[in-house]
C-alpha cells in the first residue's frame, strides 16, 4: 500500500493551494481518507476527513470554511484544497487511509510520506 500526499509549496497568506493524495494497493473506495499535519515543534494535528463514499466529511475547526476535502475514487485520489491560508496552517501535510471517518491518527492503518506547506505572512 502507498498513499503519496503531493502539491505543497510556499504561498503568501490568504492564497490557496491544493493537495493531492493518491493511493494505490487498496481498495480505495473502502477507505476514509484524512488529512493531518504537523508543524515544527508541535504535535500532529487532525485536518479533515473524507468518507468512504465522499458523502460525508468532518473537518477541525480551525480550517472549517476554508478547507475542502472531496475524492475520486476512479482515480484513488483525494485532494485537499485549502484557501484563506494563513501562517498557522504551514505544517507538514500528511494523507492516511483507514477504515472509518474519525479524527484520531491511530484510526488510520496507511500513511503517506508528506507535503510541505509554507504560508508567509
Same mark, same amino acid.
Given at each position: 500500500? !502507498?498513499?503519496?500526499? %503531493?502539491?505543497?509549496?510556499?504561498? !503568501?497568506?490568504?492564497? %490557496?493551494?491544493?493537495?493531492? $493524495?493518491?493511493? %494505490?494497493?487498496?481498495? &480505495?473506495?473502502?477507505?476514509?481518507?484524512?488529512?493531518?499535519?504537523?508543524?515544527?515543534? +508541535?504535535?500532529?494535528?487532525?485536518?479533515?476527513?473524507?468518507?468512504? *463514499?465522499?458523502?460525508?466529511?468532518?473537518?477541525? *475547526?480551525?480550517? +472549517?470554511?476554508? &478547507?475542502?476535502?472531496?475524492?475520486?475514487?476512479?482515480?484513488?485520489?483525494?485532494?485537499? !484544497?485549502?484557501?484563506?491560508? +494563513?501562517?498557522? *496552517?504551514?505544517?507538514?501535510?500528511? $494523507?492516511?487511509?483507514?477504515? &472509518?471517518?474519525?479524527?484520531?491518527?491511530?484510526?488510520? *492503518?496507511?500513511?503517506? !510520506?508528506?507535503?510541505?506547506?509554507?504560508?508567509? %505572512?
Amino acid at each position: 500500500v !502507498q498513499l503519496q500526499a %503531493s502539491g505543497g509549496g510556499l504561498v !503568501q497568506a490568504g492564497g %490557496s493551494l491544493r493537495l493531492s $493524495c493518491a493511493a %494505490s494497493g487498496l481498495a &480505495f473506495s473502502n477507505y476514509a481518507v484524512g488529512w493531518f499535519r504537523q508543524a515544527p515543534g +508541535k504535535e500532529r494535528e487532525f485536518v479533515g476527513s473524507n468518507g468512504r *463514499d465522499g458523502a460525508n466529511t468532518i473537518y477541525t *475547526d480551525s480550517v +472549517k470554511g476554508r &478547507f475542502n476535502i472531496s475524492r475520486e475514487n476512479a482515480r484513488n485520489t483525494v485532494y485537499l !484544497q485549502m484557501s484563506g491560508l +494563513k501562517p498557522e *496552517d504551514t505544517a507538514v501535510y500528511h $494523507c492516511a487511509a483507514g477504515p &472509518f471517518l474519525a479524527p484520531m491518527p491511530d484510526r488510520y *492503518d496507511y500513511w503517506g !510520506q508528506g507535503t510541505l506547506v509554507t504560508v508567509s %505572512s
